[in-house]
């Protein structure tokens, strides 16, 4: 059994997919990249404001799942370029670390192209 999880605090899905799904107490997110969800319009500036939107539109979807990024059990970065990987991991981790947390296992790829030419994509899977 699944339940679509829905939200317009982040980016509506742009093809034949969910923001997320919950199945079995996971939620599995789709890759959030760093759109306006009021704009549907890639933020400006760099890795840093492309991953600090990501990891809002993260956040609303977990919210909206009635879980947060302290249940995130796993995650995958996809990077245009790895040479943004400590810029990126700074944000990142201000979401998932620290203050006794247990950061999430990750994989971080580099990728030669994102949707809307997005320099970061995220997604996550959190328990319920």
């Given at each position: 059994?699944?339940?679509?999880v829905r939200?317009?605090?982040?980016?509506?899905?742009?093809g034949?997919?969910?923001?997320?799904?919950?199945?079995a107490g996971?939620l599995f997110?789709?890759g959030?990249?760093a759109?306006?969800?009021a704009?549907s319009?890639?933020?400006?500036g760099g890795?840093?404001e492309q991953?600090e939107r990501?990891?809002k539109?993260i956040?609303a979807?977990l919210e909206?799942?009635g879980?947060?990024?302290?249940?995130?059990?796993k995650?995958t970065v996809f990077?245009?370029?790895?040479?943004?990987?400590a810029?990126?991991?700074e944000i990142?981790?201000?979401?998932?670390?620290g203050?006794?947390k247990?950061?999430p296992?990750?994989?971080?790829?580099?990728?030669s192209?994102?949707?809307?030419?997005?320099?970061v994509?995220?997604?996550?899977?959190a328990?319920l």
């Amino acid at each position: 059994m699944k339940e679509q999880v829905r939200t317009q605090s982040a980016p509506q899905a742009i093809g034949p997919y969910s923001q997320a799904v919950k199945s079995a107490g996971l939620l599995f997110a789709s890759g959030q990249v760093a759109l306006d969800p009021a704009t549907s319009s890639i933020v400006s500036g760099g890795i840093v404001e492309q991953t600090e939107r990501v990891m809002k539109n993260i956040a609303a979807v977990l919210e909206a799942s009635g879980t947060s990024f302290d249940r995130v059990i796993k995650s995958t970065v996809f990077l245009k370029d790895m040479g943004d990987f400590a810029k990126m991991n700074e944000i990142y981790g201000r979401y998932v670390s620290g203050d006794g947390k247990i950061a999430p296992a990750r994989s971080t790829v580099e990728v030669s192209r994102l949707p809307k030419d997005a320099l970061v994509e995220i997604e996550v899977i959190a328990l319920l």
